[in-house]
């Protein structure tokens, strides 16, 4: 192998482990902890049949996260972002009071 060849196949695969590494890191994002403030603000919850009825009347177990108009993942997604929240994904099942019907 030619040496310029050799170090375009260098830069190549050093760029590939670049992409692996952050589609990995991507994968494994932080998840929205219930404690969390804004989480806390919002009324969120992993499971939307644990939010608070006396505190959120409107709510239903019909309104998941899965189906909020904010969601950023698909409908079978388990996680997936979710701009209230920056980088941390929610819970497919969860809900929090700014649910919007997705359209």
Do not use: I
Not at 10 to 28: E, H
Not at 49 to 69: M, S
């Amino acid at each position: 192998m030619s040496q310029t060849n050799r170090r375009v196949f260098l830069m190549q695969v050093t760029a590939c482990g670049s992409l692996l590494a952050a589609g990995a890191a991507q994968a494994q994002a932080a998840r929205v902890d219930e404690k969390d403030p804004q989480a806390v603000a919002l009324g969120y919850v992993h499971d939307t049949t644990k939010a608070d009825k006396k505190k959120f009347p409107k709510h239903t177990n019909a309104q998941l996260c899965t189906n909020c108009a904010l969601y950023q993942g698909k409908a079978t997604d388990a996680w997936a972002g979710c701009p209230l929240f920056g980088t941390k994904q929610v819970a497919g099942p969860g809900w929090c009071s700014a649910w919007a019907k997705k359209g």
